[in-house]
């Protein structure tokens, strides 16, 4: 793992392979989204992709190796501004992702704010807004009580500010504005999730409003996953050519 520092932000990650580039944005949510993560997903991109793509996996800022300041203005751009200024870093313009969980978020946002350096997009088992706002405040308190003693810097207003910034309004996938939704114009897989966590009905509602989306029921079953990986694979393979 390397380490790339821009002004007060640390943002640990490993840069592999040859390739079209491919930024992994793991599981775990705000606490865990880290590479090491992606080991106990059902479907491993950086096992499966290994030895085609020049892989890049992050750790998310504040997740027990990577870290930024707390400010009361951040929410879900800071995180696209941290995936943006690495992949800056190793000189990589256009990429592929591939995210799960908060992945799901990351990824909408990116489609967001850089839309022309996005060449298609995989999300599995994306997080969402369907009454089940309560869940992602009990995240997010549980998130601060693990880092809160690493920011001094960051008052009680301050986490306020942020929580309301990331899980305040009621957009489907958490990051853009539901209407954003329908404007995004790079290939998207969904694959759908099926908990609190991770809706089924986010996963379907965001494949049926993104007009280039692809949408995967069935997907991390041992039985499922050779074609989860055939469809993964030449999905990826499709946009990179």
Wanted: proline letters at 5%.
């Amino acid at each position: 793992m390397e380490t790339f520092v821009e002004g007060d932000v640390r943002i640990v990650y490993e840069d592999s392979g040859t390739g079209p580039a491919v930024l992994c944005l793991a599981p775990g949510g705000l606490a865990a989204s880290r590479a090491e993560v992606w080991a106990r997903s059902p479907w491993n991109p950086l096992e499966r992709l290994a030895g085609s793509y020049r892989i890049v996996a992050m750790d998310q800022r504040n997740t027990g190796t990577s870290w930024a300041p707390i400010h009361s203005s951040d929410g879900w751009h800071s995180y696209a501004a941290d995936q943006l200024s690495l992949m800056d870093h190793l000189g990589i313009d256009r990429f592929a992702v591939v995210g799960m969980c908060i992945g799901g978020a990351f990824i909408a946002r990116l489609l967001a704010d850089a839309p022309d350096r996005v060449t298609a997009a995989v999300a599995m088992q994306p997080i969402g807004f369907d009454s089940n706002r309560d869940t992602f405040d009990r995240l997010f308190d549980d998130w601060k009580a693990g880092t809160q003693a690493g920011h001094p810097e960051a008052g009680e207003d301050t986490w306020r500010a942020l929580r309301e910034n990331l899980f305040g309004a009621d957009r489907l996938v958490w990051s853009v504005d539901d209407d954003q939704l329908g404007g995004f114009d790079r290939p998207l897989l969904v694959l759908a999730g099926n908990d609190e966590y991770h809706p089924f009905s986010v996963s379907r509602r965001l494949a049926e409003t993104v007009p280039t989306a692809t949408f995967v029921e069935h997907w991390k079953s041992p039985e499922d996953l050779p074609e989860t990986h055939r469809r993964i694979v030449e999905f990826l393979a499709e946009a990179a050519s």
